[in-house]
């Protein structure tokens, strides 16, 4: 992959994200916090952006969004694929939710 295409794909992405995170917020704030693991703060910017304001965001040649999860334990309950997968996800969900929200740098 060039860098051209890498730098295309991140910008899809960021835009993907940032409608589908906006579009979540205004749906049902406390639940997209919760699934984002943004605060109440990053929310109500995400809300209120315009979607020039969006494409602009989204055309930035780095990923808007990030990984939840920096343990190893959480990165097993998702990606294990034996018969416990649907307690292992409410597990790893029970994990992440004690983890402390993105807020604004």
Known sequence: MSHEQLVNEIQETNLAYLLLAQQMIRTDKAMAMFRLGVSDDVAGILEQLSAGQILKMSASN????????????????LSDHGKVKPM???????LMAGQPAAGLA
């Open 88 to 94: 292992g996800q409410s597990h790893a969900a029970v």
């Open 62 to 77: 780095m990923l808007l969004c990030r990984f939840r999860f920096d343990d190893r334990i959480i990165l097993g309950l």
